[in-house]
Each structure stands twice: as structure tokens, then as C-alpha cells.
């Protein structure tokens, strides 16, 4: 079985600064996907950006990159600029890729990031 | 619709008695997933729906809980006898799949349930 661990429970970033959140997992899958989920108070998860295993080159989404370490199995986060708009909790998540795999995400517990102006 | 749509947003129960939520995934999307949040904690998957068959309903805690999903669409997770420990976030999500591999999931905002 997949895990997938966060043990930040809370971050603190000065607005404009930048921040890491750290995600480590296991498998023993070859092939599959790593992302990281967005939750604001309003509750909705939203996608920050996803790595695929076979990718070597780390993805990128504007302010936020990843530092994907395959061998040491981590995945972390990058947020750079921060703004009062990344306040929120963060879940770093695990989906196999194999075709007609179950395609559940298994979660991290989280890591809540707050943003000092 | 334009997005997964969970109801009710939030539902206050008494201990013992039957909750129903509901989703409504986007459109098109075969796949379904119920997740749980307790405080403090991560998601916990509960089940999976592809079309209208579960075929991983591991993550159900107890016989108190069960799903349903018809005509390929909307899901209902049933909680029968509502203990306090059912206290919870629950979240629904969809995604597509093409010859066996699955698209993003999109997630709805969530049924916040009490149990008093």
C-alpha cells in the first residue's frame, strides 16, 4: 500500500518570501502521479500542480515548482512570492498511473501555511 | 454542470439518526470518489464508483455506511445511526478515463457534517 507522509503540521512565509513544503512517500510502484492540492477555508480542493514518476524534469506552475526526488521518494513544494492568497492547507497525494488501476489519491495529512503581510 | 456539487453544505444531525449526501459529479465523468476529513487529519478514501459499480469500497469504516450511484451520475452516501465520530468533512470527487487512464479529479466543496 501507498503512503504518503507530511510532517510539518504548520509553516509561517513573510509575504513576498519563499516557502518549501515537504512530502515524502512510499511505493513500490514504478509508474504514477504526485501532486499537490490547494484548501482555502471554502473548503474546495484545488489542483497546484501534478509530476508524473516518468517525468524527470520538474513541473512548474508560475510561482510554484516542485523538487521531485525520485530515488529519496520526495516531492516537495516551492512557493515563491508568496501572497496572502497562498494562506491555506496543502496535501501533498499519491495516484498509481497503471492503466485500470484504481485511481484514488492517498493523501498526506497536510500542512497549513499561513502568510504574514 | 460546471462543477462537482455536493449538498447539503453543511447538515447538523442528532446521534442515531440517518444521514443521506448527495453529489452531483461534472458531466461525463465515469468516475466517482467519496473521501472523508476528520479534524487534523488528512483525506481517508471511503469508495470509488466507476459507472455504477464500486469496485473498491475498502475505505468504508463500518456497515453504517454505504453508497449508491445511479445512471452513471449522482452518488448518495448513506450513514445510518450517525455516531459522534462520524464528525466530519466529506468530500466528493470526478474524473474521466480514457482507454484506462484516469484525467484530474475535481472535487466538490464538501457536505461538513455534526453529529450532536
Known amino acids: 500500500a501507498q503512503t504518503v507522509t507530511q510532517s510539518q503540521p504548520e509553516m509561517s512565509v513573510q509575504e513576498a518570501e519563499t516557502v518549501t513544503l515537504s512530502c515524502t512517500y512510499d511505493?513500490?510502484?514504478?509508474?504514477?502521479?504526485l501532486f499537490w492540492y490547494k484548501q482555502p477555508p471554502s473548503r474546495q480542493m484545488i489542483l497546484v500542480i501534478r509530476?508524473?514518476?516518468?517525468?524527470?524534469q520538474n513541473a512548474t506552475e508560475n510561482r510554484f515548482s516542485v523538487n521531485f526526488q525520485k530515488a529519496a521518494k520526495s516531492f516537495s513544494l516551492k512557493i515563491s512570492d508568496s501572497q496572502l492568497g497562498d494562506a491555506a492547507m496543502y496535501f501533498c497525494?499519491?495516484?498509481?498511473?497503471?492503466?485500470?488501476?484504481?485511481?484514488?489519491?492517498?493523501f498526506g495529512k497536510g500542512i497549513t501555511l499561513s502568510v504574514r503581510p | 454542470g460546471a462543477g462537482v456539487s455536493q449538498s447539503p453544505s453543511n447538515k447538523v444531525t442528532e446521534k442515531g439518526k440517518d444521514v443521506e449526501l448527495r453529489c452531483d459529479p461534472i458531466?461525463?465523468?465515469?468516475?466517482l470518489y467519496w473521501y472523508r476529513q476528520s479534524l487534523g487529519q488528512g483525506l481517508e478514501f471511503l469508495i470509488y464508483f466507476q459507472g455504477n459499480s464500486a469496485p473498491d469500497k475498502s475505505g468504508l469504516p463500518s456497515d453504517r455506511f454505504s453508497a449508491e450511484r445511479t445512471g452513471g451520475s449522482v452518488s448518495t452516501l448513506t450513514i445510518q445511526r450517525t455516531q459522534q465520530e462520524d464528525s466530519a468533512v466529506y468530500l466528493c470527487?470526478?474524473?474521466?478515463?480514457?482507454?484506462?487512464?484516469?484525467?484530474?479529479?475535481?472535487f466538490g466543496q464538501g457536505t461538513r457534517l455534526t453529529v450532536v
Open positions: 509530476q508524473e514518476a516518468y517525468k524527470q
Open positions: 458531466s461525463g465523468h465515469t468516475a
Open positions: 470527487a470526478s474524473s474521466s478515463a480514457r482507454l484506462g487512464y484516469h484525467t484530474e479529479a475535481f
Open positions: 511505493t513500490s510502484e514504478s509508474d504514477y502521479y
Open positions: 497525494a499519491y495516484r498509481s498511473a497503471r492503466a485500470g488501476a484504481n485511481s484514488k489519491l492517498t
